[in-house]
């Protein structure tokens, strides 16, 4: 881990996505409250959410077939600043008053298709800037800040609406972006890989080309039986995850407690600290133990916490604890589940990016981010179907169990038992 802090060019990198990710995260949470306070409408807001995330998931594999032909470090600098544009206009437009909701879905599909183009980039671009002993202590500084980003970003994000305003917000990530492309630009990595559009092609035998690179890719990643296993096992992971940490228990807090938001965002919260804190501890574990153990211990772990929870809410116990004792309680469990979640996370990116070629390693992360971007619509939609409809008790029983499933079949997996480290 001390090394990755000696290295400029990553520490360059991780500043400027730390100052990006800091300023997002604020703007989103406003972002999502001013919504809600114009419309009064839920489903204003999950048709936001929803046009990002499906901006993300139709350009990401585009975004991947960039970030392997363009320099990469460009299109990390490209897209702050075009997004840095985007919250510029929305802002001027705002001061107008002349912000329109379907202006900010625009805003939404504008932000998610730069994001689509940045992060294949942003994740091909590390094995670009460190060495193979570098790479555990930076995919695990990567996770501690975007742990850090989104917990401060939730904390900040409230307190700043009320202090300075929605058009300050828009104003200061728009100059996040800023800091975070001339950060960026600083960086030192090798020469363009090859030009986007060759001189002389027409744009017809250009977009063929750019088809039959997407199709290389595919083909590649789906030869390659480990990492095309872990895709699916990703999704799954998150499509158990997600509806259980975003939409179930916010409503049983909400609708079933009556809690106070503070107790919910003290239960969420808890999460991002043990992410926090675990991804200080994942790159000393790795120095001991093979990858397939930090997989398969981070998957138990989650099991466990989940079905942890069912006989504390089943009506034998649940007389025993009112909102405060159980809101500690289940803070204890979420950071127990965002420390596994990390020991999860962390050796799965690692494989992903020892096992990719780099020339394909671009068109790999737009590929995994969009079936990530196609996971999490359904995800909110399952949740939401299930929480109304389904005790939490069965909910997390049914989690904790397709977990376990889940972690035997990432054990039995021949070729992870056969991966060299």
């Not at 049914?398 to 990432?410: F, K, R, S």
């Amino acid at each position: 881990m001390n090394s990755v802090f000696r290295n400029r060019n990553f520490m360059l990198l991780l500043s400027g996505k730390v100052v990006s990710m800091l300023g997002d995260q604020v703007y989103a949470f406003a972002l999502a409250w001013y919504i809600l306070s114009i419309t009064k409408s839920s489903f204003q807001m999950s048709l936001f959410l929803f046009a990002d995330a499906l901006a993300v998931a139709l350009v990401s594999p585009f975004g991947g077939v960039v970030a392997d032909r363009l320099s990469r470090k460009a299109i990390l600098v490209w897209m702050d600043i075009v997004r840095c544009l985007v919250v510029l206009v929305a802002a001027f437009l705002l001061y107008r008053h002349e912000l329109r909701i379907w202006m900010l879905y625009g805003s939404a599909i504008a932000l998610g298709s730069c994001g689509a183009v940045f992060n294949p980039a942003a994740g091909a671009i590390i094995p670009n800037v460190v060495s193979d002993d570098e790479l555990a202590g930076a995919t695990s500084m990567n996770q501690f800040s975007w742990s850090l980003c989104a917990f401060a970003g939730m904390l900040a994000g409230g307190f700043l609406f009320n202090l300075i305003g929605i058009f300050a917000i828009f104003a200061l990530n728009a100059a996040s972006f800023l800091v975070s492309a001339v950060l960026e630009s600083r960086v030192v990595i090798g020469p363009c890989l090859r030009p986007l559009v060759a001189a002389s092609a027409s744009i017809r035998l250009e977009i063929r080309r750019i088809l039959r690179e997407l199709a290389e890719g595919y083909r590649y990643v789906r030869g390659k039986a480990l990492i095309f296993k872990l895709i699916f096992i990703s999704a799954i992971y998150n499509l158990i995850l997600l509806p259980v940490g975003f939409v179930c228990i916010p409503y049983f807090f909400n609708v079933t407690l009556k809690a106070s938001p503070y107790q919910l965002a003290l239960s969420t919260g808890s999460v991002f600290v043990g992410m926090m804190l675990a991804s200080l501890l994942v790159p000393h574990f790795l120095e001991k133990y093979k990858l397939r153990s930090a997989l398969f211990w981070g998957l138990l772990v989650l099991c466990a916490s989940q079905l942890v929870i069912v006989p504390v809410l089943s009506p034998p116990l649940r007389s025993y604890f009112d909102n405060w004792r159980l809101t500690y309680f289940i803070s204890f469990v979420s950071f127990a589940m965002g420390a596994a979640m990390t020991f999860f996370n962390i050796p799965i990116t690692i494989i992903f990016q020892k096992s990719c070629a780099d020339e394909y390693r671009g068109r790999f992360w737009g590929f995994y981010s969009s079936i990530t971007s196609l996971v999490i619509p359904f995800a909110y939609i399952l949740g939401g179907s299930l929480a109304q409809r389904i005790p939490i008790v069965l909910i997390f029983g049914a989690a904790g169990v397709l977990m376990l499933l889940l972690d035997l079949w990432i054990i039995s997996l021949r070729e992870l038992r056969e991966l060299r480290e």
